[in-house]
Structure formats: structure tokens, C-alpha cells
């Protein structure tokens, strides 16, 4: 019996040991296939993935990034520096994606204990969420439990906010609202660009945060640049402005330029020359890639990258400086000297040309206005109104009247007619200002005469002039002239290489008494642009060019002029030739000389001292004062509508081989009564010195030979007032009928 329980106790046994030795077996086997993973799993890892492996963490600790370079330079016709740049001190920050808000908290408080950052321009949504960040608690408490059991966490945000009193936001320290400011500044742009958190450092900063960079991943020191203006001709709306970092691209064209590669806070031309050679002034953009190992941000550059382009102007800087001179000059002149007549003065315009080119020697146009506060005059750049600002001109178009009436065969040369009153049917009348008898066309020219060019209107509309008869003409005569008219430029655009040019205005009152005006520039408007190219061609005989801005395109350099590599030239832009013989040019040539050279003549009073051998017209354009914000027309007390005259000036020289053109406009420049002289002056003014300055240049220093100098030619007085007629209305006006001694 013992014997048997001994054995049954040892089969057991034997059982149990075969189990533990199989299950021993299968963990061996398991063992090893988990062992031959893991061996498989480390293969993959260290040989078969390792560059996958390797490039994740590469990417994860290293950023690319580009830096905007300098603008580029922006010169005048004899590479006096226009436009260039100042470097500025700036501490920027790269975001990288592993990096999470707390860190750049961290990083942005860390900053504030080092420089002072601009927080006032915190909004008041920043603060509030400030407030929450930096008091929990108190954020807490501005909210029930109901209301939070009650509203999801969006809607709780905005209670919060809504709660937050301007006596709370006062426990805010400045640390706090410095930090935050930079931390904003840290999340804008892109990764592929560095943001910038203080621009304007001081050389403290640049030294302490230096010595901080690595604590500070991300943060750097670097240079930025601003747009200076160090010609003698200063600051220009001309050269158009640049957006700043903030500002980055502007949202009408952020398209646009991100389908060119441009990233949101880069900084791009905004107007005129900045905006128009954007893609030449722009550069190249130096590429970086930035390594954060072991917490050091560490710079390895890829590419060095190219500034902008070098812009030479046709712009004379000199000429420019001495042109705005002249016209502050007058203009405070006339305001101090006659400040009734002259009460509704507020601007002036000219444009000097060189006819035989289009290029532009110079533009300016002044705005004057009285400070109540300093009892002073002051006077601002309002140059892009020579292109913008369109104006009634008067006179100064009967040489192009003159040329339309040879043109269609309605006027002779030396054909003679009475210059006296012309009366029509209603009682209309019509005259020069002043009777000027018997003339032909040169001296229509000369002495300014309204009625010559009425009557070769009258007979172009084919009618005839009988005194006290109706006048009815064929007002298809408006086409005729403005098609003639806008082969020189008159009505239509002048092709400058600069944006939002104004074509000008055409009168819409087609009637037959409009369209006598339309002769003596009383009815359409134009700009001094648009009044310099017509002189131009008229100088040329026909041959109208493009007014030019830029001459030349370089590559960016350090190099004297003489070292600098051309990359294009921009030649004359011939836009058409007004065929005609060259007799009718000559007898409109013969007329404008006489007007400036000859005693009688509407310009001598001031160009008969001239040694330079001018030709030109004078023009007096009668208007009735207008709003300078609404454009529209003001009444005087009485609610009569109030009369102003404007004053222009059109001329070339040397008279026998032109080499510069000018337009002078004043709107509004005086009341009626008056006659002034300060259209005369300032074109005279001008043009000696453009001659003056090509003397001094001559006897000083010569050209280089890549280097264009001034000429670039070679490759108070009785004034006339026009007489109109207009049917008033509320709106609108009539132009008066006046006559002047």
C-alpha cells in the first residue's frame, strides 16, 4: 500500500518535470524569435532606416532660413547717391516646430530682462489675455461655477475678457507687457524667415544679448536697413516708399508676391520708383541654415545673396534742389508780398524735360499752407502732382491749336484777321484780352489773341462769322482737335515708367461756345506732364518721346562709377511723330520765340533779360475756386461762386536747337483783377539754372565717359486771360467773360 503511494507520487513528479522542461523549450524558442526581432528591429534602425532616422533629426534641430539683403541703390543722372541705406541694429528670433509656447515664454521673458522692447502698441485684447496668463487665479474668480458648468471653454474665454477691468490691467508690471510684446513679435512671419524682435538696438543690447545667445536658442543679432535720402534734392515722393517689417506685403497684392516667393513680413516697395522696379530693387536674399545643438543656435551660410540693382535716374539732383528753391521761393513770395490777391494760392508744378530724349530733368510741385500755430508759412512735396493733379491750362495750347488749324487746312501761314469783339445771337460775346487788331498767326502767338483761334474754330466747324449772327458749328470739330491734340501728348498718357498717371479730363458740354473755348484751353484739363511732352514735341517738331525716370540698370558694387557694370540701358521711347511740313513747325517756332524775345509779347516782361535764346508760351486759364478736399466749387458770402485765375508757362531753349523743355503750372494763383508775374519767374528762374549749372560743370569737372552731365541735349509782366462761355448750374459754374488791359 505505501508502496503505491510512493509510486503514484513519483509519476507526478516525472510528469511535472516533462511539463516544466517543454514549457522551458517553448520560452527558449519564444526567447530567441524575440531576440532575432529585436536584432531585426536594431538592423532596420541602425543600417536598413538610418538615414531616414538621421534626416528627422536633422530637420528637427536645423532650420533654413533666408535674410532680405539691401535695397538697391538709387542714383541721379550723374550718380549723386539719391536713395541708399543705413544698416540698423536688430535682434531677431528663428521659431523652430519643436519648441512649445512655455519655452518661448520662457525665452521672451528672458529677452526683457536684457533690452527695452516698445509694449504701447499692445492692443487692448493683448493685455486681457495677459492678465490671464499672469493671474490665474484672479482669471478664476472672474466666472461662477454655474456659468462654467453651464458654457463650453470658448464661451467662458470670452465672459473672462469681458470682465476684465481697466484696474485690473494695471497690476500688469512693464516686465510683463515687454514680454508679451516680444513674444508676439516671436510668432510672426514664417519659419523660412527671421523675425524681428527689436529693431533699433543699441550697442549695449547687441553686447549683452551676444553674450546670452546660448541660453537664448533661436535669438540672434543682426543688421537691418532703412531707406535714406542724402542728395542735395532730399526726400522725393518720387522714389516712392517701403514697407516696414510690420507692415510686411501689402494685402492687395499679397498674392502676387508669395506666387513670386515672397514671404509675409518682407519688406517691398509700396509707390512710384520702390514699386515699380520692385523685382530689380529687391536683391537677392542671402540663404542660412540655422543648427540648435545642445541648446546653441549655431549660423551656416549657404548662399551670401546680392543687394538690389542700381537705379540711375535721368533726375539731375542739383537742378531738382534748385528747382524746389525757386518754387518756395515764389510761392512764399507771392503769399507774403500780395496776400489778397494771392489768398487762394496754394500749389505750384514744374516739369523741365529734354525734348530730344523724354528724359526728366526735373519734377516738383510745392503745397504752401499757413500754421496758425507758428505764424509761419509751410510748405510740403507734393511732386506726384505733376503727374496726378490735371488743371484748366489756358493759352499755353494755341500752339497746338495753331498747328490743328494748317493741319485740316482751315489756317495759312501769314494769314491775317481783326482781332476785336465777336458778338452772337443772345447777346454772347467773345474777345481777346484786349483788342488786338489786325495780326496774323505768329503774332496770335505773340500777343496771345482768344479771337484768331475762335474764328479758325468757327470756320473748322464750318460755320462763318457774321456779327450778331447764331453760332452753330458741326461739334465734331471736339474730335478733330482732340485727335490732333493727342498726338503731343494732350489728353492721353505720357507712357512715364511711373504708376497712377492721370490722362487728364475731357470737357463733356459739347456746344458750340464750349468749343471755341476748347482753342484757347478752356475746356479739357491736363497735367504739367502731360504740358511738358506737348512743348517737347513741339521743340522737336513733331517727334514726341516717353517721359523717362530711369536711364540705367547696374549691378550693386561698391565701385567708383567708372568700375560699375552696366546690366541694361533704357533708350529714348519714340511714342509717335506728328507729321507735318516743316514750315508750319517753323511758324509756330517763329511765334513762341517772339513771345519771350520780342517787346509786347505776353512772356518779355521777365525773359527779355534771358541770354539763353528762350521760345514759349504764357497761358492764363479762368476757374472758379474749388475745395481742395471735396473738389468742389465754393461760394463766397454772398453765394456768388469765386473767380481765380490759373497761371502756366510752357518753353524750350536754346529757341534754334533745343536741349530742355519746361511747364510751369499755378492753380489758382490769383484772383481776376490781378496780374502776377509768378509763372514767368519761376520758368525763367529754372531755366537759367539748367544753363548756369551746365556752365559750372563745364569748367569744373569733366564727364566721365559712362557719365551723363546736363545738357543732355546733344545725342512781372502782361498776362492774357481767355474769355469763355458756359451755362451755370449749381454745380457747376459758368466761366466768366472777361476782358484785361
Not at 503511494?5 to 522542461?21: A, E, P
Not at 505733376?386 to 501761314?413: C, E, P, R
Request: glycine share 6%.
Amino acid at each position: 500500500m505505501e508502496f503505491r503511494k510512493v509510486r503514484h507520487m513519483v509519476d507526478k513528479i516525472l510528469k511535472l518535470i516533462k511539463s516544466l522542461v517543454f514549457r522551458i523549450h517553448i520560452l527558449k524558442i519564444v526567447s530567441i524569435v524575440l531576440f532575432l526581432v529585436i536584432c531585426f528591429r536594431l538592423y532596420s534602425i541602425q543600417v536598413t532606416y538610418s538615414p531616414d532616422y538621421t534626416n528627422y533629426i536633422e530637420r528637427s534641430t536645423t532650420v533654413e532660413l533666408q535674410k532680405n539683403v539691401p535695397r538697391g541703390v538709387i542714383y541721379d543722372r550723374n550718380f549723386d547717391v539719391l536713395v541708399d541705406n543705413e544698416a540698423v541694429n536688430t535682434i531677431t528670433y528663428q521659431l523652430y516646430s519643436d519648441v512649445s509656447k512655455s519655452q518661448m515664454k520662457d525665452i521672451a521673458s528672458q529677452l526683457a530682462n536684457l533690452i527695452e522692447v516698445d509694449f504701447s502698441k499692445l492692443t487692448s485684447r493683448d493685455l486681457k489675455d495677459l492678465y490671464l496668463e499672469v493671474f490665474k487665479e484672479e482669471a478664476n474668480e472672474l466666472v461662477t461655477a454655474k456659468e462654467i458648468k453651464e458654457l463650453d471653454d470658448n464661451e467662458i474665454y470670452q465672459l473672462q475678457l469681458s470682465r476684465i477691468t481697466d484696474e485690473m490691467l494695471e497690476k500688469l508690471s512693464d516686465h510683463d507687457k515687454e514680454t508679451q510684446a516680444i513674444y508676439i513679435n516671436m510668432n510672426k512671419g514664417t519659419n523660412l524667415t527671421s523675425n524681428i524682435i527689436k529693431k533699433g538696438a543699441t550697442q549695449d543690447e547687441i553686447a549683452i544679448v551676444s553674450e546670452h545667445l546660448e541660453s537664448l536658442p533661436g535669438v540672434n543679432t543682426d543688421v537691418d536697413w532703412d531707406r535714406t535720402y542724402p542728395s542735395v534734392a532730399g526726400i522725393s515722393p518720387i522714389y516712392g516708399r517701403v514697407s516696414s517689417y510690420e507692415q510686411g506685403l501689402p494685402a492687395n497684392l499679397s498674392g502676387y508676391y508669395k506666387a513670386h516667393d515672397y514671404q509675409s513680413n518682407d519688406r517691398v516697395g509700396l509707390s512710384q520708383l520702390e514699386l515699380y522696379y520692385e523685382a530689380l530693387l529687391r536683391g537677392s536674399k542671402s540663404q542660412y541654415v540655422l543648427k540648435n545643438e545642445n541648446e546653441v543656435s549655431n549660423y551656416q551660410e549657404i548662399y551670401e545673396g546680392q543687394r538690389g540693382y542700381e537705379l540711375v535716374l535721368s533726375l539731375d539732383a542739383e537742378l531738382q534742389a534748385a528747382l524746389n528753391k525757386i518754387v518756395e521761393d515764389e510761392l512764399i513770395a507771392a503769399k507774403t508780398n500780395r496776400p489778397v490777391a494771392t489768398q487762394y494760392l496754394r500749389e505750384a508744378y514744374v516739369v523741365m524735360l529734354n525734348p530730344n530724349t523724354g528724359e526728366v530733368l526735373s519734377m516738383t510741385g510745392k503745397v504752401i499752407e499757413y500754421n496758425e500755430e507758428t505764424k509761419q508759412y509751410e510748405i510740403y512735396d507734393n511732386s506726384l502732382g505733376t503727374i496726378q493733379n490735371a488743371f484748366t491750362m489756358g493759352s499755353v495750347v494755341k500752339g497746338a491749336s495753331l498747328l490743328a488749324g494748317y493741319h485740316y487746312g482751315v489756317t495759312d501761314i501769314n494769314q491775317y484777321i481783326t482781332d476785336g469783339p465777336l458778338s452772337f445771337k443772345g447777346g454772347l460775346i467773345k474777345k481777346s484780352w484786349k483788342t488786338l487788331g489786325y495780326i496774323n498767326d505768329s503774332d496770335a502767338l505773340k500777343f496771345s489773341s482768344n479771337v484768331y483761334f475762335m474764328l479758325q474754330t468757327i470756320r473748322l466747324g464750318g460755320g462763318t462769322y457774321v456779327p450778331g449772327g447764331p453760332l452753330v458749328l458741326d461739334v465734331s470739330a471736339f474730335d478733330q482737335y482732340r485727335e490732333f491734340f493727342n498726338q503731343f501728348g494732350l489728353g492721353v498718357s505720357t507712357g512715364i515708367d511711373l504708376p497712377n498717371e492721370s490722362i487728364g479730363l475731357i470737357e463733356t458740354n459739347k456746344t458750340s461756345g464750349k468749343l471755341l473755348d476748347f482753342s484757347i484751353g478752356q475746356a479739357d484739363i491736363y497735367t504739367t506732364m502731360q504740358l511738358a511732352q506737348y512743348v517737347s514735341t513741339i521743340a522737336t517738331s513733331g517727334r514726341r518721346y516717353a517721359p523717362q525716370i530711369v536711364k540705367d540698370v547696374y549691378l550693386p558694387s561698391n565701385e567708383e562709377v567708372d568700375g560699375k557694370q552696366l546690366v541694361k540701358s533704357f533708350e529714348p521711347k519714340l511714342l509717335n511723330i506728328v507729321q507735318m511740313d516743316q514750315k508750319y513747325y517753323d511758324r509756330v517756332h517763329e511765334g513762341f520765340k517772339r513771345a519771350l524775345q520780342e517787346s509786347g509779347g505776353t512772356g518779355y516782361s521777365v525773359f527779355y533779360k534771358a541770354d539763353f535764346n528762350p521760345a514759349g508760351k504764357t497761358g492764363t486759364a479762368q476757374e472758379y475756386l474749388r475745395d481742395t478736399e471735396t473738389g468742389r466749387y465754393v461760394k463766397d458770402e454772398n453765394g456768388d461762386f469765386i473767380e481765380v485765375y490759373n497761371r502756366t508757362l510752357i518753353a524750350y531753349a536754346p529757341a534754334d536747337n533745343p536741349e530742355v523743355a519746361i511747364a510751369v503750372v499755378i492753380p489758382q494763383a490769383e484772383l481776376p483783377t490781378q496780374s502776377d508775374a509768378a509763372s514767368l519767374n519761376i520758368g525763367y528762374e529754372a531755366l537759367k539754372a539748367y544753363f548756369d549749372l551746365n556752365k559750372q560743370r563745364i569748367q569744373t569737372t569733366p564727364t566721365p565717359q559712362n557719365q551723363d552731365s546736363i545738357p543732355v541735349g546733344e545725342t512781372e509782366g502782361g498776362a492774357e486771360t481767355d474769355q469763355v462761355e458756359e451755362t451755370p448750374t449749381q454745380d457747376q459754374p459758368s466761366t466768366p467773360n472777361i476782358s484785361e488791359d
